[in-house]
C-alpha cells in the first residue's frame, strides 16, 4: 500500500494493488459520513466488436436484473434501504457501478457491487425485456435533439472507427446480442486485472482492500486491452441532417488533446474563456449581443489517445449559418487577438472556483480518482492542478486555438427541421 498524502485541498490518499490485479485508490475526507464507492473497470464501447455495438451499455444494464444470490429488487432494496443511492454508467471507455452510502454501510455497498459485477445471471426473458428497454432508449435520444446532434458529431470526427459508435448501439447490433454473447463478453471484459475500486468521503482504506480483496475475485481469460487509436488523416465536413425539431441544432469542433497532454489544462482555461458559462465570449456574443441562441457552449473530453473540443448552438434554421460564423469567428479571434492577461486571470479564477465547488461532492472526488488511476496511475493532487492552471500564458491560448482551429480538420454537423 502507498503511503497516505494530504494537502490542505485534498482529503488523504492512498492505493493498493491486490494480487489479482484489482487497484484500489481512496481519498478520506474526515468531515464527512458518507462516502461514494465506485467499481470501475477499464472498458467501454470503443473496444466492442462492430456486431455486438453496444454490448457494454448492455450489461451494464443487465447486472441490475439479478444475480445467483439477489433478485433484481432486492439489489435495488439493499442499498436504497439503507437511504443511499445504486447506479452505472457506461462510456467510450470505461464502465462504472457505483453507490452513494453511510460509511457504516461499507461491507454491503461492497458486497453488492460485486455481485452485480460478477454474478448476473442474465436469464433469456430479462435479456430480451430489456432489449427492449434499450431500443426505447435510443428513441428518446433520437427525440432529443439537442443530444443526438452530439452523436452525429462524434460519428463524423471518428468516421470508420470504433470512437464513432453511439455508447447505445444501434438497432442491428442489439437485435444480435444474446445471452451466450453477454456471458462470453464479460469474461473477457470484466476483469480484476482491469478493475479500479475507487472511494472518496469517510473511509477506512485497509477495511475496504479487506473486503474487495474477499469480494472481487473473478478470474477469466483477457482479451487485447484496447483498440489501435484513431487515424490521424481526416479531412473539414460537414454534415446536415433532416429531423422534427424547431431549431436547427449545430456542434462544431475538431480533435483535441488525450487525457494524458499537460496541452490539455491551456485547452480547460480556453474552454472556459470561449464557451464555459454566461461571461463567456460565445455567450455574450451569440446570446447577449444578437440573441441567435438561448443555449450556446463549448465543451471538451478526453480520453485515453485522443480527445475533443466543440461548440454547440440552437438556433432559428434562417440564423443558422449566420451563428456558425460567429461561432468560428470567436474561436479565430484567439488566433488574430491576443487575450489580456486581465481575461486570462478572471479565466483562471473561474475555472479553479468550478473545480474545486464540483469536488465538494464525494461522488465527484470519486470520479477523479478513478480516472486518474485509469489513465495515469497516479494522483494529483489539486494544489497541482492549481499550478498547471495558475502556469497557462497569453501565448500559450494563442498557439493552442491556432493549432485547433487552423491547423485541424474542423467538423461541422446541423440537425435541421424536416
Not at 458486497?111 to 428513441?139: C, F, P, T
Not at 497516479?378 to 499550478?387: G, P, Q, T
Amino acid at each position: 500500500m502507498s503511503k497516505p498524502i494530504a494537502n490542505a485541498f485534498d482529503g488523504v490518499y492512498r492505493k493498493t494493488i491486490l494480487d489479482n490485479g484489482v487497484r484500489i485508490v481512496t481519498e478520506d475526507m474526515p468531515g464527512m459520513r458518507s462516502l461514494a464507492l465506485g467499481m470501475w473497470f477499464d472498458t467501454g464501447s470503443r473496444d466492442e466488436p462492430e456486431e455486438f455495438s453496444g454490448i457494454s451499455h448492455f450489461l451494464e444494464h443487465m447486472n441490475f436484473k439479478g444475480t445467483e444470490r439477489r433478485s433484481a429488487a432486492a439489489i435495488a432494496r439493499q442499498i436504497e434501504g439503507r437511504g443511499g443511492h445504486l447506479n452505472a454508467f457506461t462510456s467510450k471507455e470505461t464502465t462504472c457501478f457505483f453507490a452513494r452510502i453511510i460509511d457504516d454501510q461499507l461491507p454491503v455497498a461492497v458486497d453488492v457491487l460485486a455481485d452485480i459485477a460478477q454474478h448476473s445471471k442474465y436469464a433469456d426473458d430479462e435479456v430480451n425485456r430489456e432489449r427492449g428497454v434499450i431500443l426505447e432508449e435510443l428513441k428518446n435520444v433520437e427525440d432529443t435533439p439537442d443530444e443526438w446532434v452530439f452523436d452525429h458529431f462524434i460519428e463524423q470526427l471518428f468516421n470508420g472507427h470504433s470512437m464513432a459508435r453511439p455508447v447505445l448501439g444501434i438497432r442491428q447490433s442489439l437485435l444480435n446480442i444474446t445471452r451466450a454473447t453477454l456471458v462470453s463478453y464479460r469474461s473477457q471484459r470484466y476483469t480484476t486485472s482491469r478493475a479500479v475500486v475507487a472511494a472518496a468521503g469517510r473511509i477506512d482504506h485497509q477495511r475496504l482492500a479487506r473486503l474487495v480483496e474477499h469480494r472481487l475475485n473473478s478470474s477469466a481469460n483477457e482479451v487485447a486491452v484496447r483498440l489501435a487509436p484513431p487515424p490521424v488523416k481526416a479531412q473539414n465536413r460537414r454534415r446536415e441532417v433532416k429531423t422534427n425539431t424547431q431549431q436547427t441544432h449545430i456542434c462544431w469542433g475538431c480533435r483535441a488533446y488525450d487525457y494524458k497532454d499537460k496541452r490539455k489544462w491551456i485547452l480547460l482555461v480556453l474552454n472556459t474563456l470561449l464557451g464555459g458559462g454566461m461571461s463567456s465570449r460565445l455567450f455574450q456574443s451569440i446570446r447577449e449581443k444578437y440573441g441567435l441562441a438561448y443555449s450556446v457552449y463549448s465543451f471538451m473530453e478526453t480520453y485515453f489517445d485522443t480527445g475533443v473540443f466543440g461548440v454547440y448552438a440552437g438556433t432559428e434554421p434562417k440564423q443558422a449559418e449566420r451563428a456558425l460564423q460567429l461561432i468560428q469567428s470567436e474561436a479565430r479571434d484567439l488566433v488574430r487577438q491576443p487575450i489580456s492577461q486581465r481575461e486570462l486571470n478572471f479565466n483562471k479564477d473561474q475555472l479553479k472556483g468550478s473545480l474545486l465547488i464540483g469536488l465538494e461532492s464525494p461522488t465527484s472526488r470519486m470520479h477523479r480518482l478513478a480516472k486518474m488511476e485509469l489513465y495515469t496511475g497516479r494522483w494529483i493532487s489539486l494544489d497541482e492542478v492549481k499550478a498547471l492552471i495558475d502556469a497557462v500564458t497569453i501565448e500559450d491560448i494563442r498557439r493552442t486555438a491556432k493549432e485547433l482551429f487552423e491547423e485541424r480538420p474542423l467538423f461541422t454537423v446541423m440537425l435541421l427541421p424536416n
